[in-house]
Protein backbone atom coordinates (compact mmCIF):
# COMPACT_ATOMS: atom_id res chain seq x y z
CA UNK A 1 0.00 0.00 0.00
CA UNK A 2 1.17 3.47 -1.05
CA UNK A 3 0.57 6.48 1.09
CA UNK A 4 0.97 10.05 -0.55
CA UNK A 5 0.73 13.44 1.74
CA UNK A 6 0.63 16.44 -0.03
CA UNK A 7 1.25 19.74 1.55
CA UNK A 8 2.56 23.39 0.72
CA UNK A 9 -0.69 25.06 -0.71
CA UNK A 10 -2.52 28.30 1.31
CA UNK A 11 -3.88 31.34 0.59
CA UNK A 12 -1.43 33.88 -1.64
CA UNK A 13 -1.68 36.65 -4.06
CA UNK A 14 -1.06 36.55 -8.03
CA UNK A 15 3.01 36.78 -9.16
CA UNK A 16 3.40 34.83 -6.04
CA UNK A 17 5.59 31.55 -6.04
CA UNK A 18 4.93 28.31 -4.36
CA UNK A 19 6.61 25.08 -4.01
CA UNK A 20 4.00 21.80 -3.28
CA UNK A 21 5.23 18.71 -1.66
CA UNK A 22 4.25 14.61 -1.76
CA UNK A 23 5.96 12.74 0.46
CA UNK A 24 5.02 8.97 -0.32
CA UNK A 25 5.38 5.92 2.20
CA UNK A 26 4.40 2.41 1.94
CA UNK A 27 5.33 0.32 -1.38
CA UNK A 28 8.73 0.79 -2.31
CA UNK A 29 8.92 0.39 -5.63
CA UNK A 30 8.06 3.88 -7.34
CA UNK A 31 7.32 4.13 -11.53
CA UNK A 32 6.04 7.49 -11.52
CA UNK A 33 4.08 10.32 -9.21
CA UNK A 34 2.48 12.89 -11.35
CA UNK A 35 0.29 16.10 -10.01
CA UNK A 36 -3.14 16.77 -11.31
CA UNK A 37 -4.96 19.83 -9.96
CA UNK A 38 -9.13 20.57 -9.04
CA UNK A 39 -10.11 23.74 -10.30
CA UNK A 40 -13.63 24.92 -8.85
CA UNK A 41 -16.13 24.33 -11.75
CA UNK A 42 -13.30 22.11 -13.28
CA UNK A 43 -12.86 18.26 -14.15
CA UNK A 44 -9.51 17.38 -12.68
CA UNK A 45 -6.64 17.83 -14.95
CA UNK A 46 -2.81 16.25 -15.52
CA UNK A 47 -0.58 18.52 -14.18
CA UNK A 48 3.08 17.31 -14.57
CA UNK A 49 4.84 13.93 -14.06
CA UNK A 50 8.21 12.94 -12.71
CA UNK A 51 9.27 9.37 -13.57
CA UNK A 52 10.76 8.07 -10.09
CA UNK A 53 14.10 5.94 -11.66
CA UNK A 54 15.08 8.93 -14.95
CA UNK A 55 13.53 12.35 -13.15
CA UNK A 56 12.26 12.45 -16.70
CA UNK A 57 9.65 14.95 -16.83
CA UNK A 58 6.43 15.41 -18.65
CA UNK A 59 4.04 18.66 -18.36
CA UNK A 60 0.34 19.87 -19.82
CA UNK A 61 1.09 22.68 -22.08
CA UNK A 62 -0.96 25.28 -20.17
CA UNK A 63 2.11 24.92 -17.69
CA UNK A 64 5.02 24.82 -19.31
CA UNK A 65 7.62 27.78 -18.51
CA UNK A 66 5.58 28.43 -14.86
CA UNK A 67 5.40 24.77 -13.16
CA UNK A 68 8.79 22.30 -11.93
CA UNK A 69 8.23 19.15 -11.09
CA UNK A 70 11.51 17.67 -9.24
CA UNK A 71 11.87 14.84 -6.57
CA UNK A 72 14.29 13.99 -3.33
CA UNK A 73 14.81 10.06 -3.70
CA UNK A 74 16.22 9.78 -0.57
CA UNK A 75 13.49 11.86 1.36
CA UNK A 76 10.89 10.04 -1.03
CA UNK A 77 9.56 13.33 -2.14
CA UNK A 78 8.45 14.75 -4.90
CA UNK A 79 8.02 18.74 -5.42
CA UNK A 80 5.51 20.96 -7.38
CA UNK A 81 7.43 24.61 -8.12
CA UNK A 82 5.06 26.81 -9.48
CA UNK A 83 6.13 30.37 -10.22
CA UNK A 84 4.19 33.53 -11.12
CA UNK A 85 0.98 32.29 -9.95
CA UNK A 86 -2.57 33.50 -11.29
CA UNK A 87 -6.07 33.36 -10.42
CA UNK A 88 -6.61 30.74 -12.90
CA UNK A 89 -4.02 28.53 -10.67
CA UNK A 90 -7.08 28.58 -7.51
CA UNK A 91 -7.27 24.44 -6.92
CA UNK A 92 -6.97 21.60 -4.97
CA UNK A 93 -3.67 20.01 -6.21
CA UNK A 94 -3.24 16.35 -6.33
CA UNK A 95 -0.10 14.14 -6.09
CA UNK A 96 -0.45 10.35 -7.20
CA UNK A 97 1.92 7.43 -8.45
CA UNK A 98 1.30 5.55 -11.63
CA UNK A 99 2.92 4.14 -14.64
CA UNK A 100 5.36 5.66 -16.59
CA UNK A 101 4.28 7.99 -18.79
CA UNK A 102 0.64 8.17 -17.78
CA UNK A 103 -1.26 11.25 -17.79
CA UNK A 104 -4.58 10.12 -17.57
CA UNK A 105 -6.48 10.16 -14.09
CA UNK A 106 -7.55 6.48 -14.54
CA UNK A 107 -4.16 5.36 -14.78
CA UNK A 108 -3.21 6.16 -11.37
CA UNK A 109 -3.57 3.60 -8.56
CA UNK A 110 -2.77 5.96 -5.79
CA UNK A 111 -3.76 9.50 -4.25
CA UNK A 112 -3.09 12.40 -1.81
CA UNK A 113 -5.86 13.74 0.26
CA UNK A 114 -4.80 17.09 -1.54
CA UNK A 115 -3.64 20.50 -0.71
CA UNK A 116 -5.67 23.71 -1.70
CA UNK A 117 -3.88 26.74 -3.48
CA UNK A 118 -6.19 29.92 -3.13
CA UNK A 119 -4.79 32.65 -5.48
CA UNK A 120 -6.06 36.23 -5.03
CA UNK A 121 -6.13 39.03 -7.25
Do not use: M
Not at 26 to 48: I, L, Q, Y
Amino acid sequence: QVQLVESGGGLVQAGDSLKLSCVLSGNPFRNAVGWFRHAPGKEREFVARINWDSGRTAYTDSVKGRFAISRDIAQNTVYLQINNLNVEDTAIFYCAEGPKGADREIEYNYWGQGTQVTVSS
